[in-house]
């Protein structure tokens, strides 16, 4: 009686511990989502990993390149790579890689302008591109094409809104000779269409360009934005040995800064990395240019 008790209940205790293949399967699936989910979640909100499979999967997306001096290199995306950030999904305008690698972290690059009419941020989440040759001086070009809102949330695929519309399209020429780069943007569209201003991005990694100098040397530490001084500005990046100088009329407003944050939210982890220099440009005239050119240390 006692053997067959034990032997009743050992095998009741292994049927319990027992799962069937279908069992065994639901519970790798189960694990696999709440390993996933998270960035599920996360490429829902702000998307990275998608775009990236997406541009895998399809015909490479063009991309025009010009060798700089200084170990320098200026690429035009005609898509939004590359891919980082809380801007991902819109158009970037001259990334800039030393020695191979980008510089831009989630910045706009050189030379993006925002459009904005009735108080409303534009922006571009399409774009062509060509590229040209005068003499040792090779132009990208870039027309942007603005469909994209800026909103007040927080959440970035609710934050830039893509509109069923093109408000309007800027063609900007992005000169480039040895270490410069002279951004030449056409604006007569976007007159016609009632913009009434324009701020040009030039932004690159906050990481590595870490505080800003005036043309007599002196330090301006960056924050969240700031207005410039006047005369020339330079981006410095003690780590490369560079400095990025910014030379424009100073008709023009100019604002620094720089945002290097790291956080938690909700639907996973953001990061900042972009210090900028941003010309405001008001009144809309038909033709705007200004000069980028970039220093050894």
Request: net charge positive; glycine share 6%.
């Amino acid at each position: 009686m006692t053997t067959k008790s034990n032997t009743y209940f050992t095998t009741r205790r292994r049927s319990r511990l027992h799962m069937t293949p279908a069992e065994i399967k639901f519970l790798v699936f189960l694990f696999m989502v709440l390993i996933f989910l998270p960035l599920l979640v996360q490429e829902i909100a702000q998307p990275h990993y998608m775009l990236k499979l997406k541009d895998a999967l399809k015909s490479p997306s063009p991309a025009l390149r010009a060798s700089m001096a200084l170990d320098l290199h200026a690429t035009l995306y005609a898509d939004t790579k590359p891919f980082v950030g809380r801007i991902a999904t819109l158009q970037k305008g001259v990334v800039i890689s030393y020695k191979g690698k980008p510089i831009i972290g989630e910045g706009y690059g050189l030379g993006v302008p925002i459009v904005h009419k009735d108080g409303t941020p534009w922006l571009a989440s399409r774009a062509k591109i060509g590229r040209f040759t005068r003499g040792d001086t090779v132009i990208l070009a870039k027309v942007y094409y603005y469909d994209t809102i800026e909103t007040d949330k927080e959440i970035p695929r609710l934050r830039y809104r893509r509109q069923g519309r093109v408000l309007t399209r800027i063609r900007v020429n992005y000169f480039i000779y040895q270490n410069r780069v002279d951004v030449v943007a056409d604006l007569r569209d976007a007159r016609r269409k009632g913009a009434e201003e324009v701020f040009f991005m030039n932004e690159l990694s906050g990481h590595l360009f870490r505080y800003a100098i005036t043309q007599n040397r002196r330090k301006l530490d960056l924050l969240n934005w700031q207005l410039a001084p006047s005369g020339l500005v330079g981006l410095v990046s003690p780590k490369l040995g560079l400095t990025m100088w910014v030379q424009c009329n100073d008709t023009w407003d100019r604002f620094l800064g720089r945002e290097v944050l790291s956080s938690w939210k909700w639907y996973g982890h953001i990061e900042s990395d972009w210090t900028g220099c941003v010309i405001h440009v008001e009144k809309m005239p038909a033709r705007f240019q200004y000069t980028l050119f970039f220093q050894k240390q």
